[in-house]
């Protein structure tokens, strides 16, 4: 095939076609003119000829046939451009013989001959037959045979017809979350625990529970020293729970300066396969042990923030903020309520490419958050294989979900207008501290506009559904 490539020098323009000739000099050119229509037209109608088969609400197969007289035309015209651009000892360039060629470059000419009518027809089809098709095509065709029709098979999906039913009148249950003092002391204790400070146990006590200990370890199996269970300065809290099962109990008793043996079973499910199940066994020295010291909720305490000035203002915001995560949780909740009555409602079948571009959209989320905690980035076709699985179900749930919405929207003629658009570009714009202009423009860049007006729409459809349903408050 190197020897081909060198040959032809083919260039990137497209392939010239030969066309028919009308003889300019003839006994009545407007006769000889019409019937030239005529027989065109005549030809033309048997050329391609292509029926539609529904394979399934997703699927349609298109099965084309295609005149001889076609195949010929184009192999003609694929080896007119070969024949310009092919460098061929002993012949001049555009000058080579039809036989020469064939022997040299039939099975190129014949792939770009397939290629060239395949692309033709079917995109010709899928607008002739008003096909909106959402994935490439699967394409099936068994090659070129001298003076017989060339027929082959495009299997497609397309978006299915969904038919929104039972989003009307819908009966459910809302919680509503109210605040209560024990919510705002509880939110109170994690903001003093931010606060806290780490200091060292002067006294020579024993490592107790809630302790966070200062220790070198050592792990072997089989008496050999396993790498990845080695630290110096570990700063463990005990009772934790964040080490492996059963070790952070056997540090209880141990004093500053002590090194214990402690033996533990690793987990089946560990994720060093080699180790799971296995019995390790660590050497442990402690080295310090230190001890959380909270400060005390007081007027005191409320100096470390410039907004409040007494301690009555903090848990005022506080209770603000916890009435508005309520609000929230308890929407999201019941969106996800609705969304689950509808598609326990309406069944209907997904193309798969659906599926798996939303799974690839969640791998590459992963991937994002991955590289903020720092972890190194992988493959993204090995992420794939590995996590599709886990990920195809919700992938599944979120078309489906994104297909009813837009369904009903349709249906119900919920649109999102240019104003209600710029509303919210100017709202995100708020939130961002950037002017309107600058964040058009880098939507606009990202091609994010279709995004935030799919968002608007949602907002739209489900607070025409929760309008149109009857909803029994549960206060929680």
């Not at 391609?48 to 394979?55: I, L, P, S």
């Not at 609705?338 to 069944?347: A, G, R, S």
Request: no cysteine; proline share 3%; charged share 35%.
């Amino acid at each position: 095939m190197a020897e081909l490539a060198d040959a032809l020098d083919l260039g990137s323009s497209p392939p010239e076609r030969i066309g028919v000739q009308i003889p300019s000099l003839a006994p009545d050119i407007n006769l000889v003119y019409i019937l030239y229509k005529k027989e065109v037209k005549r030809v033309s109608e048997n050329i391609m000829a292509v029926k539609v088969e529904d394979v399934s609400p997703v699927k349609k197969k298109l099965v084309f046939d295609i005149s001889w007289l076609e195949v010929k035309n184009e192999l003609d015209s694929v080896y007119k451009d070969v024949g310009l651009k092919a460098k061929v000892k002993g012949f001049r360039q555009g000058k080579i013989p039809r036989n020469i060629l064939e022997s040299m470059y039939k099975d190129y000419a014949e792939d770009e001959a397939i290629t060239n009518l395949v692309n033709r027809y079917y995109w010709e089809a899928l607008k002739a037959n008003n096909i909106s098709a959402v994935a490439q095509p699967n394409i099936d065709q068994k090659g070129i045979e001298a003076e017989k029709n060339f027929t082959f098979t495009a299997t497609v999906e397309v978006e299915p017809v969904v038919k929104p039913e039972g989003y009307l009148g819908l009966e459910l249950e809302k919680e509503e979350h109210e605040v209560s003092e024990s919510d705002v002391d509880a939110r109170l204790q994690e903001i003093r625990e931010m606060f806290g400070t780490m200091e060292e146990v002067a006294s020579d006590r024993e490592v107790k529970e809630g302790d966070f200990s200062v220790i070198d370890f050592e792990g072997t199996h089989d008496g050999k020293i396993l790498k990845e269970m080695k630290a110096d300065n570990y700063l463990l809290e005990v009772g934790s729970k964040t080490f492996v099962p059963g070790f952070e109990e056997q540090l209880v008793g141990i004093k500053k300066g002590e090194t214990k043996q402690i033996r533990v079973k690793l987990p089946d499910d560990y994720h060093a396969k080699d180790l799971a199940g296995r019995e390790v066994l660590f050497s442990v020295t402690l080295k310090n042990i230190k001890e959380k010291k909270l400060p005390e909720i007081d007027e005191k305490f409320v100096q470390n923030f410039d907004k409040f000035e007494t301690l009555d203002d903090l848990k005022k915001d506080i209770r603000k903020t916890l009435t508005e995560e309520n609000i929230t949780r308890s929407n999201t909740v019941f969106k996800s309520l609705i969304i689950d009555k509808l598609l326990e409602i309406n069944k209907f079948e997904v193309p798969q490419s659906f599926v798996d571009r939303q799974v690839s959209f969640m791998i590459a989320d992963m991937q994002r958050r991955m590289a903020m905690r720092g972890i190194k980035r992988q493959d993204k076709s090995e992420l794939y294989n590995r996590f599709y699985d886990l990920y195809k179900n919700e992938a599944l749930k979120v078309v489906m979900t994104i297909l009813i919405i837009k369904s009903i929207a349709d249906k119900e003629s919920i649109t999102v207008s240019d104003g209600e658009l710029e509303e919210k570009i100017q709202e995100i714009a708020a939130q961002r501290s950037q002017t309107y202009d600058s964040l058009k423009k880098s939507l606009e860049d990202g091609k994010m506009i279709e995004d935030i007006k799919s968002e608007i729409l949602n907002a739209k459809v489900f607070s025409f559904i929760e309008k149109e349903a009857k909803i029994k408050i549960i206060k929680k």
